[in-house]
């Protein structure tokens, strides 16, 4: 009794142990946790199996099923397993075939333990070996365990699956019954068992059919010990010169290294690399050793950060050591090159959403070291610091946001879509002059002062049926940078801001895809390998309000009306190796609208670029980024059939732009060259229809060259001090008059960090705008055209100065900022009253060159981990024009200053989501502004027989406030990774409230007098929902 | 399957509604001088002064305020010499014979400040090629079709006026005895058949740009009216009236047109004033609106053809009570016709076309002298 007392005891011991291992390697990057009573007596009970029992607990089915997960019975058999190269005897095993986990425990132990299966060579439970082929050099090999039915150069195996199906039909089918004796005939749960076969053909993993297995099986050909033998020998691969390697061979010691739960502390492992090859570091208790030979005082380490389920590049990883306080961000293409000094390090990687990974390396000389991150889906709790706090005090970059995809999806919109342009809207210092309006304002800015960028094209109208839509399809979307301020000197064009969009590279390990289903609209994805180096990855998306319109009775004034859009996209991306790296994007968009027979508007939106990324050695590389773009606009009016006309203007550019980078002692470089070509069409009259006399009418194109050359360096000064500077040389050459222009643009930013979770920033930025959105209408309209600057038509310039103060509190995980910021523009253009824009070849004469200034404040408060994330913001801000010449009396505002038409000084906006479980969460946004500038009638009179309108200064009066509340529910799929389908719902109400904000106001002239009345698009509260399928 | 159609129109279109802004103007625009009018050369030319109303105005004052007289003195003058001057409303100026190869200018004198245009040359008229009518099942069109090749120009105005000769909708066949409070039946019931005319001065301008087609417009819609209406009773004939307009006459009236009623919606033009070529001399900074043309101008005629005759229905008549004849008799309604069950009242503008607004005398056209 005493000794089952005592085994108890230590088993006892042995899980929470392992548990508290667990916790604080996930959780906890500051672990102290020297638990020296429990190593020892982890040590004494493992004793030589100590390395095998690191690893994790099973899976947990919370539920009664029928069948079970396992792959033969629920039984655990004994047998042995090579782990990390080193055979381990007198095992207890099992295999989760749902989860292809191989179990192991002690025999007297109660808890299994999942060893790390990219550490597992093979394991023999019974008579039966399984092999974990990829491990040993199969990487066409199935992932998981494949039993070898038949040893040989063409060795036959077989893999069950059994997956989790849950359907509520109360359905059992022969396909569980035969292996569940306890078969439960109510029961909707159960685990469907699958069996597939493989055979090794020309030194590849092949799958053949049941009926080739049992024919080859059934043959006279020998069994040899060839995959056994194999697996036997696997010491792990040898890698080229400063990478890492994997050694098990030289592993001395067969305990815990000391201090392994003391993050500061290295293990102590010596290794002889030969020959060295690139693996990836997805288990975060081993040690890799980089590089060659000793006494290098600094190292680079550079690799890619990859997701583990897909496989594609993540930006933004926070990677830092804690003792040397260095601090990196991987690019936007996952890369990321990190100095340390050589020797023991830790190296710790964060990214909100994915398991917090510290990897022990030993860096010999510079080398690479790939990182593969898994999803977080246990994180509800929150963690001390999330990676974007973090990330916030050591950059220096101010003024920049992102938006994640899953945060995307989480703001409630009209119609239930995830939109990316309501998403940027939700952030600070982002405008919109009303609801459903196309473009967007940053910072006082006007909606042709930001430069969209998706996945390098420039996108002229980032929205779909009039500002209802964006144009980006949220199923191919990577990433989403918003700068703000201190824009890096390798954009240049636009005076306000940068919105750079990137999709994402196509799951490289499987195919999959989604559907959504919508009150307006459909979208479909799809992604997946080709072959083992390259993925693909498209996506198309279109209305059926079109369909609607139609349906309505014939003498409703919208009926044979139309309103619809499509657009599509496709990535492809080839890996040659591991430095080199080919990529295609095209993004196809057309919007067409006709509200009445007279008057028909389209625009569409054409893009193509090629990216060729190369990664150097020592942190350094370069990329050259090429495409064209084009977009076109036209008006169809038809309200007078021999003067039915169509009007047509299109924009086109082609561009190259390169970039080289690399670091130099504590300065990270880049610079580069880009070159676009503009050729625009500002207008094209035409007949339109068969009885038209309207002649042909062209504009001469308009044609330019702008070249740019940048530089810019980020300099650590210190932990607490770093600087960003660059600048960058813009020129703009006519091809039309020939006049030509050229400045240079500044950008400075510094960081003070006094504290970890202290930071004060300041910048300032100069820029320059050779292209012109020509409008006279508040928002962005099908009848706007774009013009380059010339001898008539100066570029916009402008500079801005910002600062901001940046704060975490610990323990709650809430970042706050405030940001101040005053900018100041030059020849920006406004309209004269009456302007003619269409058709104009004399377009200065209708414009006014202004100055422009805006100034405001933006406070923050954000929580980006736990249950409850989201972000609450409060701004105040001013825009306003003033004429740069002397009209004299007809001169806006008598020449004095005036509103911009989105100028709205209070803002203030909430965005929140709330995880109740793992499924469900709530969203909510709350979005209240002061009302737009408008300019409205003072009084009347009367002239030709007609009353008409005399009006106040431009943008003297405002529309009431806009005050909207929207909420959703969000039902995530269950993580049944073996599912098929997996469907995520989402049902909301947007407007909650039901509030009429304005979206227009107009006069009407009665017999009692003028009254006013307001238009209001969404008056009351639009329930939607919403329904996603991936597969 | 329409439920859930109308449920997602409802969501995309009936959730955008119109309701009243309250929105409270500060500044004062008012007693802002507006000039309208056009120098007809070869015909009467009529300018009319008037003061800008403030928005507030309940509209009870408005129209009266507008017709009122304002006390100013306006000239009418050429660079060839000629000058006429008016002290008095209305301010009518006979410019049948002015010399069309002259420059004009006006000056107005109001309230102690001068007003005044630059010196315009008249316009050349377009020809008006044809006026000419269609029609569908609900509607009948006027369309005119102009040529200003010979000139070159591609703006024009058109007005136009019109005649038409309608009938009541009813012949009353009943008469009310108040003092025996009986209906009777009328011996003569051709008695009470009329017959009108009624005739419109059309002072609405359309603004036609022709300048995209060549100096040619075909068939431009002018006006239309519905088949039911009594224009279609007998006969209509319009008078068209077009003058070619200036770039800049052009680009205000489009301006008016472009933003009238419509303030601050957010794919229309920015509302503004448009700038008048009147200036105050005297004080820069005093606005004016309106706009003088200087222009000769071109006539049509063009009558409707049979065809497009409909008779229109009659209105709906209410049948009461015998008590309550005597009531409905002293509010002006008169028996009509014998309906079931009852007889039918209607207002005297059913069988007297007079009090619809015609008149007994045939009117004409104001041509000019030449025409």
Known sequence: MVNDIKKGLKTTIMVVFVSVCQLSTTFDINAQGKMDSLQKTYLEEAGSRSTLYRGRLPRQYFTAYNGNPFWESKAYTPGEIMFNGKLYQDVLLNIDACHMDLLCRFSNSVTPIVPDRNNVQYARIGNSLFVNLREIGFLSAPEGYLKVEKDGPAALFSQVRKIFRSDGLNHNNKEIGYYDPEYKEKLTTYFLKEEKFYTIKDGQVKRISARAFRKALNSQTPETPYVEEMASRWKGTTAPAGNISLTAANIKGVGLPDGYFDSETTNKEDSAPDDQATLKATYRNKIYIIGKGEGNPTVTLEGTITELETQEPMAGVVIFDDVTSTFERSNRRGHFSITLPGGENVINFRADGKEDISLHVRLLSDGSLNVELPDKIEALEASIVSAESMANHRTTTMGIQSVSMKTMNKVPSAFGEGDILKAVLTLPGVKTVGEASGGFNVRGGSQDQNLVLFNGNTIYNPSHLFGIFSAFNPDVIDNIDLYKSAIPAEYGGRISSVLSVRTKDGDRNRFRGSAGIGLLTSRLHAEGPIGDKTSIIAAARSSYSNWLLNQLPKNSAYHGGGANFYDANLGITHHFNNKNTLSAYGYLARDNFSFSPDSVYNYSNANFSVLFRHKGAGGGGFRINAGYDFFSNTTGISSWQSGAFNLYTDIQQGFIRSQAYNSIGQHNLAYGLDVVLYSLNPGKLSPRGDESDVLIRKLDRDRAIEPAAYIQDNWSISEKVSVEGGIRVTSLVSLNDKSSNIGPEFRLSGRYSPLDNLSFKAGFSSMRQNIHLISNSASISPMDTWKLSDARIAPTTGWQIASGAYWTLLGSGIDLSVELYYKHTRNALDFKPGAILSMNPNLADELIPVFGKSYGIELMAKKSTGKLTGWASYSYSKSLFKEMGDRGYEAIAAGNWYNTPHDKPHEVKISGNYALSHRYSISANLDYSTGRPITIPMGYYESSGRFYMAYSERNSYRLPDYFRLDAALNIDPGHYKRALFHTTFTIGVYNLTGRKNAYSAFFVMEPTGVKSYMLSVFATAIPYANINILF | ?371
């Not at chain 2, 100026?93 to 001068?114: H, I, M, Q």
């Not at chain 2, 108040?178 to 301008?205: H, L, S």
């Not at chain 2, 088949?227 to 205000?252: A, C, D, F, G, P």
């Not at chain 2, 053809?305 to 008169?334: A, M």
Request: with cysteine; charged share 20%; proline share 6%.
């Open chain 2, 1 to 371: 399957m329409k439920r859930i159609t109308t449920y997602l129109l409802a969501c995309l279109m009936l959730s955008a509604c119109i309701y009243p802004l309250d929105i409270q103007s500060e500044d004062n625009l008012q007693d802002i001088l507006v000039v309208d009018g056009t120098i007809i050369i070869g015909a009467e030319s009529t300018i009319t002064l008037s003061r800008m109303l403030p928005l507030n105005n309940d509209g009870k004052g408005a129209f009266k305020y507008l017709t009122s007289r304002i006390e100013a003195s306006v000239t009418l003058e050429n660079d060839g010499g000629l000058s006429i001057t008016k002290d008095n409303f209305p301010y009518v100026f006979d410019t049948s014979t002015a010399d069309p190869e002259k420059s004009y200018r006006l000056t107005v004198v109001c309230a102690g400040k001068t007003y005044r245009t630059s010196w315009i040359k008249p316009m050349p008229a377009p020809k008006i090629t044809s006026v000419d009518f269609s029609a569908d099942d609900t509607n009948v069109f006027v369309k005119l079709s102009l040529d200003g090749t010979q000139n070159g120009l591609g703006y024009a105005s058109a007005q136009y006026d019109a005649i038409w000769k309608f009938h009541a909708d009813y012949v009353r066949i009943l008469d009310y005895i108040p003092e025996d409070n009986a209906i009777v039946g009328i011996e003569d019931p051709d008695y009470t058949f009329y017959e009108c005319w009624m005739k419109t001065i059309g002072r609405q301008q359309t603004i036609i740009d022709y300048a995209n087609t060549g100096g040619i417009a075909k068939d431009y819609p002018l006006l239309f009216f519905p088949r039911t209406s009594n224009r279609n009773h007998y006969n209509y004939s319009i008078l068209v009236k077009v003058r070619n307009l200036t770039e800049q006459e052009y680009r205000y009236w489009k301006q008016l047109s472009d933003t009238e009623g419509q303030a601050s919606t957010l794919f229309s033009p920015e509302p503004a004033n448009a700038s008048s070529n009147l200036v105050c001399e005297s004080d820069p900074s005093v606005k004016v609106f309106g706009y003088v043309g200087v222009s000769r101008m071109e006539y049509y005629i063009a009558s409707i053809g049979s065809e497009y005759l409909i008779y229109g229905q009659p209105p709906r008549l209410t049948v009461i009570e015998p008590e309550d004849y005597y009531s409905y008799y002293s509010l002006g309604y008169y028996p009509i016709t014998v309906t079931t069950g009852g007889f039918g009242w209607g207002p005297k503008s059913c069988f007297n076309c007079v009090s619809a607004g015609g008149t007994l005398q045939r009117p004409s056209f104001d041509l000019p002298k030449d025409y």
